[in-house]
């Protein structure tokens, strides 16, 4: 049987000002993985039986 999801912690003060910032202001990926990242991504779409994209 599966285990209760537990709630997700609240973050408070500088915690939560670090969080807001990393997420307005994401890391950018580097060309060579984005282009890794689409390649997998058109693989594994022709490999798809029932898709619909």
Do not use: H, W
Not at 11 to 22: D, H, I, N, P, S
């Amino acid at each position: 049987m599966a285990r209760p999801i537990k709630e997700t912690p609240m973050l408070y003060g500088e915690e939560a000002l670090q969080f807001e910032m990393r997420m307005m202001d994401p890391l950018p990926i580097p060309p060579e993985m984005l282009e890794n990242i689409l390649n997998d991504y058109e693989f594994l779409r022709t490999k798809c039986v029932n898709c619909s994209f």
